[in-house]
């Protein structure tokens, strides 16, 4: 069922702040407008549409994302806008080292600072692994161009995103040495972000040559840094804080990452990568710690199907809401 479908079924008065709807394998996605509502009217609004659309044959799940301070029927972010258009603020997401779920982390914050009223936009900077097609769900998708810039592909939650994966074959290997994938990063960000108030790049793993062109080329206004517990990644988290110090970009705080795993079957939970590692790494080097993601099951089946946790409800969405909120009053400050 498409989104007309979808929306069909619905009363006059919900339908009319559905921005998107969708369907696949059975659950359906929608992204609902909740401006003027409080709490009590979103939780209203999201019950009388999992109680309409969940009674759909074939629908069995209903996924429902409340996005604040946009209009129905408005333009999403990312529409062509004149040069004169003030650029976004970049913040880089980087890590030392790869596996360590730095761009499952990047599509949900991106999640969760649109559903906090942030014009946000994707760029994924992993030139030989890029990931963000899948979290946001374009793959296949390709950007247009107007001019010498590219526009960016709109994702079914609304937030425009730029990706290698959306300018080469699926499953095509990119051989590239560091002056082509300057050149391809500076495609992506050099793009037509109309409205986007916050980009986050989407970093390779490393210290490497797309670092180097983003610090020299782009300067960020501040990089967040994500890692697992144990020492081994914290020894290469460390290494991408330098490289932010040395280009002098502030780095906004650390995430620790798979911290935690609780059994579906018993609920006990354990700890298998440690747990704290990165807190302590960040109190001793006085770097901000902004939160720590529990290792879920749940997170990773809905980063590969195209359906961030962030855009749903419950302790998962709620950790990486707090890693947005924490990113958010840091942009406050800097405005400040």
């Given at each position: 069922?498409?989104q007309?479908g979808l ?6 008065s919900?339908a ?9 394998d059975?659950v ?8 003027g509502?409080?709490a ?5 609004l999201?019950?009388a549409?999992k109680?309409v659309?969940?009674?759909i044959?074939?629908?069995s ?8 301070d946009?209009?129905?029927g408005a333009?999403?972010a990312?529409?062509?806008?004149p040069?004169?258009?003030k650029?976004?603020i ?6 030392g ?9 990047t599509?949900n914050?991106a999640?969760a ?17 890029p990931?963000?097609p ?10 247009q161009a ?5 526009v960016?592909?709109a994702s079914p ?5 730029l990706s ?5 074959e699926p ?20 793009a037509?972000?109309g409205?986007?108030e916050?980009?986050l790049?989407?970093?390779p793993p490393g210290?490497g ?6 610090l020299?080329?782009?300067k ?13 990644a914290?020894?290469d988290a ?12 502030p780095i ?5 990452n798979?911290?935690?795993?609780t059994?579906?079957h018993?609920?006990?939970t354990s ?8 807190e302590?790494a ?8 902004m939160g720590r ?9 809905q980063?590969d199907?195209?359906?961030p946790t962030?855009a749903?409800?419950?302790p ?14 840091w ?6």
């Open positions: 069922m498409d007309d929306k069909a079924r619905l009363p006059g919900i009319q702040r559905v921005q998107s709807a969708r369907m696949k059975g359906a996605t929608l992204v609902v407008g909740a401006d509502l409080d009590a009217g979103r939780q209203g999201e019950a549409i109680d659309i969940g009674g044959e074939g629908v799940e209903v996924r429902v994302a409340m996005m604040a946009r209009a129905p333009e999403p990312g529409s062509p806008a040069e004169a258009a650029k976004p970049i913040i880089a997401v980087g890590s080292k790869g596996g360590v779920g730095k761009s499952t982390l599509g914050l999640v600072l649109m559903r906090a009223g942030r014009k946000v936009g994707v760029v994924d900077a992993d030139i030989y692994g990931s963000q899948t979290i946001l769900a374009t793959k296949g998708e390709r950007p107007e001019g010498d810039k590219l960016p592909v939650l609304g937030i425009p995103m290698m994966g959306h300018l080469v499953g095509k290997a990119i051989a590239w040495r560091g002056p082509m994938a300057g050149n391809a990063l500076g495609q992506l960000i050099d037509r972000w409205d986007v916050v980009l790049v989407d970093l210290t040559d797309v670092q180097l062109t983003m020299q080329r782009y960020p206004a501040g990089a967040v840094i994500v890692s697992t517990p144990q020492d081994l914290l020894i460390q290494r991408a804080a330098n490289l932010f110090e040395s280009g002098k970009v906004i705080g650390l995430v620790e798979m911290a935690g795993y059994c579906p018993c609920g006990e700890d298998p990568f440690g747990r704290g590692g990165v302590a960040a109190e001793a080097t006085g770097i901000p710690f993601i529990p290792l879920a099951l749940e997170i990773r089946q980063a199907a195209g359906t962030a749903g409800e419950g998962q969405a709620d950790a990486f809401a707090t890693i947005a909120a924490r990113l958010s009053d942009l406050d400050g800097r405005a400040d």
